[in-house]
């Protein structure tokens, strides 16, 4: 509950601080709501992004290398059969699994562009500049953008084009907004074009919550930076040491929901914004994690205007690699 806060106030909300207007309102909103809710975007700072390539290192978290695994068998013959001269990704991050698509278009003879999509300005630059060192002849032409309001294309870029979206990132969306993005996708290809989605698939519930509880506490690290980037960014006074780190699977809706429960009653501060008071008990959901088969995803190309093409998975670790060709 905000004090002296009303939904009026939150609208008026002016940035004290030099804060970015649309992150205020944002979050404002977010946290007014019922259940207090903020958006994963705001884990990647420069440190977030370096906590979740830590993750993705981490024996429980399955999904990087499983993709890994399924890019690396699966690359070669695709990219020769599709004759993809530009990979355009989105939420690239360090573009670590992209290479092995760009290795598998440089041995077709077709690696012209890539085109990196990213909220982080700084991480992509950096990656973009380490690319064009590893891949002489190869163009690369980041782009910065929040892929939930848009991918800021070029407008022309050699076809075939491949979109890439790994990690099962999607699974960020909740369904409305999964489908705005993918039909954004859909309306920037061309009949040549095609889509590759990496999704982690339900499984063992247990190993699945176990990839959002690490035992080192990576991931808790992980969800606490958001308030640090709230911190930053607004110049609010979260102390992270307040908040514990909490993620499990929600089987109604086939995902895992990560929280950050308030241990005590306190009151934040928001400059533009005013005080937050929270409970005991408390949380603010800022992730979840939706986990697909292959009827919610089909469900998925449908409303966004794709056929699935293709469909391999790792038959050891329920996770799957999807291509879409435009309808
Ligand atoms: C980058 C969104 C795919 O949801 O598994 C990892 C982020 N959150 N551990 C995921 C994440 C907690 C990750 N994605």
Known sequence: MFNHTTN???RAARPAHGANPQMLAEVAAGLSAPQKELSPKYFYDQRGSELFEEITRLPE?????TE???????MPELISQLGTRTLIELGAGSAEKSRIILDAMRAAGTADLYIPIDVSATFLSLTAATLRREYPGLTVEPAVADISEELNLPRRFPHP????????TIGNFYPPAAIRLLGRVRAAMSPSDRFLMGVDLRKDVARIEAAYNDSAGVTAEFNRNMLRVLNHELGANFDPLFFEHRAFYEPVAHRIEMHLVSTRAQVVTIPGLGEISLAKGESIRTEISAKYD???VSELFDAAGFRIEAWPTDPNTPFGLVIGAPV
Do not use: I, M, N
Not at 61 to 65: G, H, L, N, S, V
Not at 68 to 74: A, P, S
Not at 162 to 168: E, I, K, V
């Open 8 to 10: 009026a106030a939150v």
């Open 61 to 65: 978290y399955y999904p990087t290398r």
């Open 68 to 74: 890994r695994k399924l890019l690396q068998g699966w």
């Open 161 to 168: 084009a491949l979109f890439a979206f790994l990690g099962s």
């Open 294 to 296: 292959r009827a919610s």
